[in-house]
């Protein structure tokens, strides 16, 4: 994780290896942020990706939760909790094709309350 990192020295080797790993387009927002300063531009970078991370979590449960919420009204709806492996709506071929290949790989367990 970023946040565990220790802090880096960047010695002219080790700018030199990120300069070989990292592309030129990927460091140059932060480049021209940083006013062309290598260490100050790895130093965004990295706040860049502590930064990204910290969405993680909350885009996570706030996907759960639409996903979960989508899947309860439609139930409701239709009045079945199965509803997603026998769809009360009409599905194209090709749809009903998809859904019966991956039912056949779900293995089925009761739903977490």
Known sequence: ??????????TRALLAALDRSLSPERL?????VAAQDRKHALHLY??????????????????????NAMYN???NEYADPNWLLNPPFPLTRH??????????????????T
């Open 95 to 112: 749809s009903r094709t998809s859904l019966d290949v991956c039912a056949a790989c779900v293995v089925r367990r009761p739903r977490p």
């Open 28 to 32: 140059a927002p932060y480049l021209g």
């Open 46 to 67: 990295l706040w860049n990706a502590r930064l990204s991370k910290s969405f993680l979590y909350p885009l996570n449960m706030a996907e759960v939760a639409i996903r």
């Open 73 to 75: 009204a439609i139930s």
């Open 1 to 10: 994780m970023a946040e565990s990192q220790e802090i880096i020295t960047y």
